[in-house]
C-alpha cells in the first residue's frame, strides 16, 4: 500500500497568514492526489483534485501543486473558516490511502 | 440538491454483524460509483471500499477485506456496507461518498452514521 505522510501535523497561524501543508508518499501517485477539509463534526469537503485542480466553488486562496512524491496544499490568507484539519490522498493504485491530517489551529 | 444519508449505526458486540445504509438523492446514482470512508474518534479518515456503477467492480481496505461487502441496489438510490467479524477497531464513523474522476476521489459525502464495537 501506498503510505501518505503529512507534516506538519498542526500548525498555529492567524488570519491573513500564508499557510504551507506538505503531504508526501511512499512511492510516486504522478498527480493523483486529492485534498479535503474537515470541520470539526462535519463531513469532508473535497477542495483540490488532481495535485492542483480546484473543486467547484472552493475559493481561490486554496491552491495545490506537486507531482510524483511531493505535494504541497496552500491557503493564501487564512480566513476563519479555513481553520480545520486538512487531508492529503492518493488515487493512484488500491487501496486508496489518506494522509493522517494536519489541524490549522488559530495563533 | 445532493443528499447521502447514512443509517444502520449501532452498538454492537465483538464479533457481531451489521448493515449499513446510505439513501442517496440529487445525483444520478446508477450512473455513479461509490464509497465508503471510516474515522475513528479522535483520528484521521481511512479509504474502506468503493463499487463501481453496477456493482460490477469492487475494492476493499485491507483492514476490512473478507469481512466486509460492499453492494447497492440501484432501483431503490442505495449503497450498503455489510460489516461482519466486527472488533473494536473497526469503532468509527461511517461516511458514504460519491467518487469522483472514476473511482479517484470523493466530492459529495453523507453525514456519517457510528457503529461501536463492545462487549
Known amino acids: 500500500d501506498i503510505q501518505m505522510t503529512q507534516s506538519p501535523s498542526s500548525v498555529s497561524a492567524s488570519v491573513g497568514d500564508r499557510v504551507t501543508i506538505t503531504c508526501r508518499a511512499s512511492?510516486?501517485?504522478?498527480?493523483?492526489l486529492a485534498w479535503y477539509q474537515q470541520r470539526p463534526g462535519k463531513a469532508p469537503k473535497l477542495l483540490i483534485y488532481a495535485a492542483s485542480s480546484l473543486q467547484s466553488e472552493v475559493p481561490s486562496r486554496f491552491s495545490g501543486s506537486g507531482s510524483g512524491t511531493e505535494f504541497t496544499l496552500t491557503i493564501s490568507s487564512l480566513q476563519p473558516e479555513d481553520f480545520a484539519t486538512y487531508y492529503c490522498?492518493?488515487?493512484?493504485?488500491?487501496?486508496?490511502?489518506f494522509g493522517g491530517g494536519t489541524k490549522v489551529e488559530i495563533k | 440538491e445532493v443528499q447521502l444519508l447514512e443509517s444502520g449505526g449501532d452498538l454492537i458486540q465483538p464479533g457481531g454483524s451489521l448493515r449499513l445504509s446510505c439513501a442517496a438523492s440529487g445525483i444520478a446514482f446508477s450512473s455513479c460509483a461509490m464509497g465508503w470512508v471510516r474515522q475513528a474518534p479522535a483520528r484521521g479518515l481511512e479509504w474502506v471500499s468503493v463499487i463501481s456503477a453496477s456493482g460490477g467492480n469492487t475494492y476493499y481496505a485491507d483492514s476490512v477485506k473478507g469481512r466486509f461487502t460492499i453492494s447497492r441496489d440501484n432501483s431503490k438510490n442505495t449503497l450498503y456496507l455489510q460489516l461482519n467479524s466486527l472488533r473494536a477497531e473497526d469503532t468509527a464513523v461511517y461516511y458514504c461518498?460519491?467518487?469522483?474522476?472514476?473511482?479517484?476521489?470523493?466530492?459529495?459525502w453523507g453525514q456519517g452514521t457510528l457503529v461501536t464495537v463492545s462487549s
Open positions: 512511492q510516486g501517485v504522478s498527480s493523483y
Open positions: 461518498a460519491r467518487t469522483y474522476s472514476g473511482y479517484n476521489y470523493f466530492d459529495y
Open positions: 490522498q492518493q488515487a493512484k493504485s488500491f487501496p486508496r490511502t
